[in-house]
């Protein structure tokens, strides 16, 4: 058995990109809490369109995040609900407009609006955009980035995103070379490592996460289950 590498001159598909993985919280895997998410990659009127819908068995969550092509946000909303199409919970909002980030947060019959600044050379980044950021990352030079994330309850943080090296990745989605990168938050309140296996190959999916889903959530482990569109694994 070989590994299929797509080299980094590979083109990522014109159609948009779709993958479904599971997320399962904790290092003990409990079915009831299973999460199914669908995540797809797609463009429009020269931005980026980033949505996810995660559905886990007493929620469904829906967010769509708009980007420019290099990974810059733009806005993002946020929709909590009940499933199956049952009671929103929660919305959210986010606008980004050089540096000034405005949440707008809705429970019920109660909002709020949180105003936050981007520290000056930052990147910027809200829940999956780090996704798509990351696909920008000067993989083999050793560099590092300060990403300053805000999530969509308005608490922001600045972590460390680099790369640890290459490691070669089972799934079920199959057998992928990935860059192993590596998230660090480090403020007073809470340190944490979450770790992202990226395709070595362009497009640099997701194909395996283990930590915060954000700085600010519970600790999951994530697995690509399917993608739709060929992307070489393994050849006999």
């Known amino acids: 058995m070989t590994l299929a590498r797509a080299t980094s001159s590979d083109k990522p598909p014109a159609a948009p990109e779709t993958y479904r993985y599971t997320s399962v919280p904790g290092t003990q895997p409990d079915e009831r809490a299973k999460e199914n998410m669908f995540m797809s990659f797609g463009s429009a ?3 980026v369109m980033l949505s996810s819908r995660t559905l886990g068995r007493d929620s469904l969550q829906t967010v769509a995040i708009t980007l420019t092509p290099q990974g810059e946000v733009v806005s993002a909303t946020l929709e909590s609900a009940t499933p199956p199409g049952g009671k929103v919970i929660r919305q959210s909002r986010i606008r980004q407009e050089n540096g000034a980030v405005d949440v707008d947060v809705t429970r019920g019959q109660t909002s709020k609006t949180r105003s936050i600044i981007v520290p000056q050379g930052q990147k910027f980044a809200v829940d999956a955009s ?5 696909r920008q990352f000067p993989f083999d030079t050793g560099e590092e980035w300060r990403v300053f994330m805000a999530d969509f309850s308005g608490q922001s943080v600045t972590v460390s995103v680099s790369n640890q090296g290459t490691e070669l990745v089972t799934v079920p989605a199959g057998i992928f070379m990935c860059y192993r990168m590596e998230v660090r938050v480090s403020v007073a309140f809470l340190k944490a490592t979450i770790t992202y296996w990226l395709t070595k190959s362009s497009p640099h999916f997701l194909v395996k996460h283990i930590g915060k889903k954000g700085p ?3 600790t999951y482990t994530t697995v690509l289950d ?8 393994v050849t006999q």
């Not at 399917?226 to 694994?233: M, R």
């Open 45 to 47: 009127n020269g931005r």
């Open 226 to 233: 399917s993608i739709d569109y060929a992307i070489p694994s």
């Open 130 to 134: 780090l996704l798509y950021l990351m």
């Open 216 to 218: 600010f959530t519970k």
